[in-house]
């Protein structure tokens, strides 16, 4: 932001020079649009003849009704979940996702099933709404020429090959930014570029083994386990997200793009948070505490006569209010658990003493007793108990969108919500190729020939019924 005063004197030498018969140069930002289509990455551009505020060349693609990111265009080279996750989350937002998977065969997880609806997976569905599949064969002359003159046009291109991959088919960061300096080129692999991993593939899994993540995670005398879900995927998504979007605002201010590495070993490591603080800073190894939570007592998990209820006291007048709820005020006067310190060092016998009492009710009994206090507690749901929750609905975060070849489906939205701007899920997840024709023709002008010799060639595909 510049000094106002600054801008005002600025305007009036601008003027000045003009009304001298100088030249005056003067800086916006807009994009060309073609057919609906915006048909370049928003940039500076210059007007020859001075102020003018009618000047109609300025308008913006940029809609508040299309989200804070309309107008921005993403080159996504992803497929599985996390790089997927990652442009889908800017899709939510406004901007415009460009999907590039395999002639015939697609992003993997179009295969992982079943659950499948009608050919498709129900995993695919998951993170990739609001996006355009083409279809190309990166390892064609004809085929990289085709992501250049994309990569041309975009703000952002995300890719999740395996580092150096790209850089060998002529489409690296070093590689695009020759020919767009604008772009924001966002790289997520397993274990990032440098180290004795590098070239290995990285997936959810095995990260989550490798950073420590299956270590801390499962019953305390029990086996490690992994998430229920690619945890480490959607972090890493997410971390992504965020660095793409710091990396667009700074570009406002230098005209440049730059390359963000992003992996899911760091992503996981990162992810440890006070266990790896407590190793760093303490020496303090890891451990698995089921529901429970090594730092606090109590914290977990409590089976109930028809099923488990969840509480956790996290300070001294918490535990008080359970205590008066369960019927045991002696408790927090006694010298074994008087503070959290001492509930830790004594965390076996004031577990067994809570269990003991809330196995004689039910859930919902313990559910309403809790709702008179300012204790954190729930229910432990299962995903059928998760999206009849009274509050889940209410929230509306699950939509219905309409898919080109099944009709009606259903996602997960945004959970994220702006007073004024729009995060939303617009469109179903993509058939292979649907929109190949649409943006060759419309962004790239390819004619109408051209589009069927490459396709002919193999060198890209659309849906079977063009």
Known sequence: AMDPSVCMKARI???AYQLCGAPVVRLAIR????????????????TEHGLNNNDTSLKKTHKAEGGPLSGIRILDLTRVLAAPLCSMVLGDLGAEVIKIERPGVGDDTRRWGPPFIGTESAYFWT??????????????????TVITELAQKSDIMIENYRPGKLSELGLGYEQMKEVNPRLIYCSITGYGSVGPYKDRAGIDVIVEAMGGFMHITGPEDGEPVKAGVALTDVITGLYSHGAILAALYERQFTNKGQKIEADLLSSQVASLQNVASNYLNAGQEGNRWGTAHESI???????TSDGYVVVGALNDIHFKSLCNILEVNDLPTNDLYKTNKDRVKNRTSLIDIINKIFSKQSTNYWLEALASTSLPYGPLNNVTQVFNDPHVIQSSIVKTLHHPSYGPMKVVGPPVKYSRSVNE????????????????????????????MLHSMGVIGTVSHE
């Open 13 to 15: 030498f601008s003027r």
């Open 31 to 46: 994009r060309r649009v073609h057919d609906g289509i915006a048909q370049g990455p928003a940039r500076y551009f210059t």
């Open 127 to 144: 993170v990739n709404r609001n996006k355009k599949s083409v279809c190309v064969d990166l390892k064609s002359k004809e085929g990289v």
């Open 425 to 452: 899920a617009r469109s179903a997840p993509p058939l292979l190729g649907e929109h190949t024709r649409d943006v060759l023709r419309n962004l790239l002008h390819y004619s109408t020939e051209r589009i069927d």
């Open 297 to 303: 007592v109590p914290y977990q998990a409590f089976q």
